[in-house]
Structures are given as C-alpha cells and as structure tokens.
T-cell receptor
Framework: DGGITQSPKYLFRKEGQNVTLSCEQNLNHDAMYWYRQDPGQGLRLIYY???????QKGDIAEGYSVSREKKESFPLTVTSAQKNPTAFYLC?????????????????FGEGSRLTVL | QKEVEQDPGPLSVPEGAIVSLNCTYSNSAFQYFMWYRQYSRKGPELLMY????GNKEDGRFTAQVDKSSKYISLFIRDSQPSDSATYLC???????????FGTGTRLKVLA
C-alpha cells in the first residue's frame, strides 16, 4: 500500500532535549512537508522540500531542522530552541506541481506524531 | 484578513441530513482546491480535489468551486454518524509549493 508513515505516534520529551520525528513515503512524490497543528489553529508550515538535498523554511521554522538525503525520507528535528514544542506534527507529500504541466496538486498526509514536553 | 476563512462550528445535524461546509478565500490565484476529513488524533484524509471552477462528485460527496465569488463548498448527502469529524479546506496556486488551509469545521452527525 502506498502512503506516508510517521513515527513515533506519541513522543514525550524533557525540557532541553532534541527529538527527531520520522517521515517516510513510498508514493514517489517529489515534494515533502512538515506542518504543525495546534487546537483552534490551522495547519502551519514548518519546512518543505521540493527535491532531494534541498529544503525551504516555512512560516514557523524557528527551533526546527530538517534533512532530505533521500527522496522517500524527510525527518524533522525539534530542537531545544523551540519554545513551545507540544503539538501534533503532520508530514505530507505531493507530486511535483509545475505551472501549466497538468500535474495535480493533491497533498497527502501521514497519521501524525503527537509530541508532549514534560 | 486571513487568506482562507472557514466557520469552526460545531455543526450538528441529524443522521440522513444534507451537510453544507464552506470556505471563502481572498487570493484569486488559487486554482487547486481540496477538502480533507480529520478524525481526532489522526492525520487529514483527502476527500475531494478540484482543479479550477466547477463541481465534482464522488459518492455522497460533492465539491463545488465558484472562483468568481472565491467560495468553495463541500456537500455531504445522507450524512452518517461516521461522518462526524473536522473538515478542512485547502487551496494552492499553480507552480507553488504552499498550501493554505482553513482552520476546520467540526461536524457532528447525530444518530
């Protein structure tokens, strides 16, 4: 089955620790994304990557880091610099979306990772 | 003004009702429109995808886009208790990697 796998589903972190959330996709999608979801707020973009070895900051990148060494994988590290890391984190992917090329812009999500800071 | 506005609800309807969920947006460049269903503590599931204006039907779901009014809708026919979830709208322009999301509407279908 094609899809996006996020792990772990639940993670607890102590103050001052870095944690890494895993995201793997087997949809052969070029673009991958990390979003943060907080109650009462829309999805906020943390980082995105259009292609291997390249990624761009989203709207709330401070305190987060990513890497894109393989097309299938886009791990997110929540560093100790992130002031309020408790949230639901969502990884997503889409096929490359080029203007006028007729390619679709459907965005697919994983099941999410819930991070709680103790 | 937010780029996408969506009523947070909750919207409560009896089983079997027709549900109408809506979003308005301000950026006329948006051409790709999506509706997602999200159950509690789960990732959003893509329900409908529409390119540009028009209607699209899939089973009990119909997505409608009115670009002239900058208004999109999702209709759910014969609603079921299992449809109780939060529904998110999302949109994007061509050649961009940014998707803009509404804050979601909570729907409760009462048995």
């Amino acid at each position: 089955d094609g899809g996006i796998t996020q792990s772990p589903k639940y993670l607890f972190r102590k103050e001052g620790q870095n944690v890494t959330l895993s995201c793997e996709q087997n949809l052969n999608h070029d673009a991958m994304y990390w979003y943060r979801q907080d109650p009462g707020q829309g999805l906020r973009l943390i980082y995105y990557s259009q292609i291997v070895n390249d990624f761009q900051k989203g709207d709330i990148a401070e305190g987060y880091s990513v890497s894109r060494e393989k097309k299938e994988s886009f791990p997110l590290t929540v560093t100790s610099a992130q002031k309020n890391p408790t949230a639901f984190y969502l990884c997503a992917s889409s096929i490359y979306q080029s203007a006028g090329a007729g390619k679709t812009g459907e965005l697919f999500f994983g099941e999410g990772s819930r991070l709680t800071v103790l | 003004q937010k780029e996408v506005e969506q009523d947070p609800g909750p919207l409560s309807v009896p089983e079997g009702a027709i549900v109408s969920l809506n979003c308005t947006y301000s950026n006329s460049a948006f051409q790709y429109f999506m509706w997602y269903r999200q159950y509690s503590r789960k990732g959003p599931e893509l329900l409908m995808y529409t390119y540009s204006s028009g209607n699209k039907e899939d089973g009990r779901f119909t997505a409608q886009v009115d670009k002239s009014s900058k208004y999109i809708s999702l209709f759910i026919r014969d609603s079921q208790p299992s449809d109780s979830a939060t529904y998110l709208c999302a949109m994007s322009g061509p050649g961009t990697y940014k998707y803009i999301f509404g804050t979601g509407t909570r729907l409760k279908v009462l048995a």
